[in-house]
């Protein structure tokens, strides 16, 4: 099983529709993160946590809230979905040690707002 | 402010060519740390490695290789004899050192295409 699991890994939905994205992790790690992937943008971040109760906004939070249920899991909503929120979303985690700052993904959700 | 600047978007070579990915940095940090990262066909994000600032020697891993220099802010990534399997969007990324602040400022990524 994978270490960084997300669903769904496909989701259409409609304009004002609100969704959320699960991600759970069984590495143990306490950092969990939230990217957007578009064409030509590479990867932004849209939230971060660094523990179940430090949750912190990246640079692209408009439109997006989250939720920190557990060490291992980390929820991504779009409240109200409108079309530019279209992309590919990642979830990671990293934690310390010999693996400080490395990053693991999740496979990525597919996300189509029509 | 963090920034990670990868000026190729794409690149095409025929198997077995050798091929550069270049990187450029920009950073504050005295310490940090460097990444290269690859998303094949299928979508996935794979860590492929982690440099750290004050380790300036070259690592090699197999066909791959990668050449850290702090005077020009440059971690380039070359593949030797190129094979289609290495065709992906390639990510170089960029973040701290102390662990404060773990996240990854990410370049726009390079496209390689292998042709058999």
């Known amino acids: 099983d994978a270490d960084v699991t997300q669903t769904p890994r496909n989701r259409i939905t409609k304009t004002g529709k609100r969704i959320m994205l699960e991600c759970s992790q069984t590495?143990?790690?306490?950092?969990m993160y939230w990217y957007r992937q578009d064409p030509g943008l590479g990867l932004r971040l849209i939230y971060y946590?660094?523990?179940?109760?430090?949750?912190n906004k990246g640079e692209i939070s408009d439109g997006y809230s989250v939720s920190r249920q557990a060490q291992a899991k980390f929820s991504l909503s779009l409240e109200s979905a409108i079309p530019n929120q279209t992309a590919l979303y990642f979830c990671a985690t990293s934690g310390e040690g010999s693996d400080k700052n490395i990053q693991y993904f999740g496979a990525g959700t597919r996300l189509s707002v029509l | 402010a963090q920034k990670v600047t990868q000026a190729q978007t794409e690149i095409s070579v025929v198997e077995k060519e050798d091929v550069t990915l270049d990187c450029v940095y920009e950073t504050r940090d005295t310490t940090y740390y460097l990444f290269w990262y690859k998303q094949p066909p299928s979508g996935e994000l794979v860590f492929l490695i982690r440099r750290n600032s004050f380790d300036e020697q070259n690592e090699i891993s197999g066909r791959y290789s990668w050449n850290f220099q702090k005077s020009t802010s440059s971690f380039n990534f070359t593949i030797t004899a190129s094979q289609v399997v290495d065709s992906a969007v390639y990510f170089c990324?960029?973040?701290?050192?102390?662990?404060?602040?773990?996240?990854?400022?990410f370049g726009k990524g390079i496209t390689l295409s292998v042709r058999p």
């Open positions: 946590s660094f523990d179940v109760k430090d949750i």
């Open positions: 990324a960029l973040s701290d050192y102390t662990g404060a602040n773990s996240k990854l400022t």
């Open positions: 590495k143990g790690h306490d950092r």
